[in-house]
């Protein structure tokens, strides 16, 4: 059973940093990558950042670029987001997900097949 547990989420204060984790397991393949999403009530969900779990080619959401930054460590099956400069518009569920790279890189949300609860991240002004 493929599983995504996300932590590190809560309330923090604007200008403050936070980061997050996603534990995956019982994922067999070893191209697989990984993408934190994020929705807010009454929002349509945004694709914030990605990384390939083989080599380690990430990419980030204009939203986020020069403050969030995500990174991993593969022995672990580990990702993190770390994210500074919080502003209260990134208060939202964070959600990571992940699948083979193949998918990750499909621009379609859809595509991606196994998916975190969700960790709530408010940022407060």
């Known amino acids: 059973e493929v599983q995504l547990v996300e932590s590190g989420g809560g309330l923090v204060q604007a200008g403050g940093s936070m980061r997050l984790s996603c534990g995956i397991s019982?994922?067999?393949?070893?191209?697989?990558?990984v993408v934190w999403f994020r929705q807010a009530p009454g929002k349509e969900r945004e694709r914030v950042s990605q990384i390939s779990m083989a080599d380690g080619r990430s990419s980030h959401a204009d939203s986020v670029k020069g403050r969030f930054t995500i990174s991993s460590n593969v022995a672990k099956d580990t990702v993190y987001l770390q994210m500074n400069k919080l502003k209260p518009e990134d208060t939202a569920v964070y959600y990571c997900a992940a699948d083979l790279w193949g998918r990750i890189r499909n621009p379609y949300a859809s595509e991606i097949r196994y998916w975190g609860q969700g960790i709530q991240v408010t940022v407060s002004t």
């Open positions: 019982g994922f067999t393949f070893d191209d697989y990558g």
